[in-house]
């Protein structure tokens, strides 16, 4: 037995497709979507996702900015650049792109993301309707890795969830989304003991740790959905997950690819949410 192979890039594609058809009739009253990405420094992988954003936004019609300013931008020049963004109106969403430069306080960054802008969902007003359950912005990689479970059939109601890492970005609003469609969550981290005989317990395995080909098999109860968030750049400049695909393969019953899986769904998610707030901004 095979696992199926959850095909985020196809998925993607077609709620894009989705997306593309609301935007057109949104666009027919003359409003257009738009998005900004602010860059600090100059880390190439950022640099990758920043393209790759860049480029839905084109494929979707969405007017896009790409700030790209040096790694010795202070904060406060950071904060006047979101002050500007957040009154402009052509604007619908501001991403900052993370990780910032340590001498740069991420929280007093997404603090000062207006709420209605924060397409990440990261600012605690956003975070704190999530845990409430609220309609809020919701975080892109999570409300992705959720839309893979529920389009390829695999709904979370009723089944054991385990996530592997509680990040503020992926593992912890991941775990609370689950819990909201109504999966037993555990979450495990670095401190959790007998990791893998908790993951071998998991229905569905969500994994975000950034350690990669970290989930073998024997991780894996026979038949499990395995989610693979890790997005790591090997010494030969390939990309791998945290989850290792060829092992695991013979014993999950779904696996996402990387890349191909998660990825994908991030950015567009990311639309989707920038089409959520210019909706918002024009009721
Ligand atoms: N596909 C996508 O769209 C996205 C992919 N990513 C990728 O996902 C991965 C995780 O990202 P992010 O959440 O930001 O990472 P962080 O480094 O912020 O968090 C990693 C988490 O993994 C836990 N952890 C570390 N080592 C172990 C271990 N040996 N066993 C169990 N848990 C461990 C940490 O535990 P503790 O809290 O105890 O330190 C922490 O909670 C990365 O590869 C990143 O590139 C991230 C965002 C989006
Ligand atoms: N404010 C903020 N918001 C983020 O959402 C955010 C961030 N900062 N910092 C970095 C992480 C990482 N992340 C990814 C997005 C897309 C892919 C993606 O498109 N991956 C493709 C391949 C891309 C490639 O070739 O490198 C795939 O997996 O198929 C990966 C990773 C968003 N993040
Ligand atoms: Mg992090």
Same mark, same amino acid.
Not at 27 to 51: F, H, M, N
């Given at each position: 037995?095979?696992?199926?192979?959850?095909?985020?890039?196809?998925?993607? +594609?077609?709620?894009? %497709?989705?997306?593309?058809?609301? &935007?057109?009739?949104?666009?027919?009253?003359?409003?257009?979507?738009?998005? =900004?990405?602010?860059?600090?420094?100059?880390?190439?992988?950022? !640099?990758?996702? =920043?393209? $790759?954003?860049? @480029?839905?936004?084109? %494929?979707?019609?969405?007017?896009?900015? &790409? &700030?790209?300013?040096?790694?010795?931008?202070? %904060?406060?020049?950071?904060?006047?650049?979101?002050?500007?963004?957040?009154? !402009?109106? $052509?604007?619908?969403?501001?991403?900052? !792109?993370?990780?910032?430069?340590?001498? *740069?306080?991420?929280?007093?960054?997404?603090?000062? *993301?207006?709420?209605?802008?924060?397409?990440?969902?990261?600012?605690?007003?956003?975070?704190?309707?999530?845990?409430?359950?609220?309609?809020?912005?919701?975080?892109?990689?999570?409300?992705?890795?959720?839309?893979?479970?529920?389009?390829?059939? $695999?709904?979370?109601?009723? @089944?054991?969830?385990?996530?592997?890492?509680?990040?503020?970005?992926?593992?912890?609003?991941?775990?609370?989304?689950?819990?909201?469609?109504?999966?037993?969550?555990?979450?495990?981290?670095?401190?959790?003991?007998?990791?893998?005989?908790?993951?071998? !317990?998991? +229905? *569905?395995?969500? &994994? #975000?740790?950034?350690?990669?080909?970290?989930?073998? @098999?024997?991780?894996? @109860?026979?038949?499990?959905?395995?989610?693979? =968030?890790?997005?790591?750049?090997?010494?030969?400049?390939?990309?791998?997950?945290?989850?290792?695909?060829? +092992?695991?393969?013979?014993?999950?019953?779904?696996?996402?690819?990387?890349?191909?899986?998660?990825?994908?769904?991030?950015?567009?998610?990311?639309?989707?949410?920038?089409?959520?707030? #210019?909706?918002?901004?024009?009721?």
């Amino acid at each position: 037995m095979s696992a199926q192979i959850i095909y985020g890039k196809s998925i993607s +594609d077609s709620i894009r %497709q989705e997306l593309l058809h609301e &935007v057109e009739t949104f666009k027919s009253k003359g409003i257009t979507p738009g998005l =900004v990405v602010i860059l600090v420094g100059e880390d190439p992988a950022s !640099q990758v996702y =920043v393209r $790759n954003k860049a @480029k839905a936004c084109e %494929q979707l019609g969405y007017y896009s900015e &790409v &700030v790209r300013v040096p790694a010795e931008t202070t %904060q406060d020049e950071l904060l006047e650049l979101i002050k500007k963004y957040n009154t !402009q109106e $052509n604007i619908n969403g501001i991403l900052v !792109q993370l990780p910032l430069p340590k001498h *740069i306080e991420e929280k007093a960054i997404i603090d000062a *993301i207006s709420v209605e802008k924060d397409v990440d969902g990261f600012h605690p007003e956003n975070v704190g309707n999530l845990m409430i359950g609220d309609d809020a912005l919701l975080p892109c990689t999570p409300s992705g890795v959720i839309e893979l479970l529920k389009r390829t059939g $695999n709904h979370p109601a009723g @089944k054991h969830a385990v996530v592997i890492g509680r990040s503020n970005i992926v593992g912890k609003p991941v775990a609370m989304l689950l819990l909201r469609e109504n999966a037993t969550v555990t979450i495990c981290h670095s401190r959790t003991q007998n990791i893998e005989e908790m993951a071998r !317990q998991a +229905d *569905i395995l969500v &994994v #975000a740790v950034g350690i990669p080909k970290l989930v073998k @098999k024997d991780w894996v @109860k026979p038949g499990a959905v395995v989610i693979d =968030v890790g997005v790591n750049r090997l010494p030969d400049g390939k990309l791998c997950g945290d989850v290792d695909y060829d +092992d695991v393969l013979d014993v999950a019953g779904w696996v996402t690819p990387v890349p191909g899986g998660v990825g994908p769904m991030t950015i567009t998610m990311l639309m989707a949410n920038t089409l959520k707030s #210019a909706k918002r901004a024009h009721e």
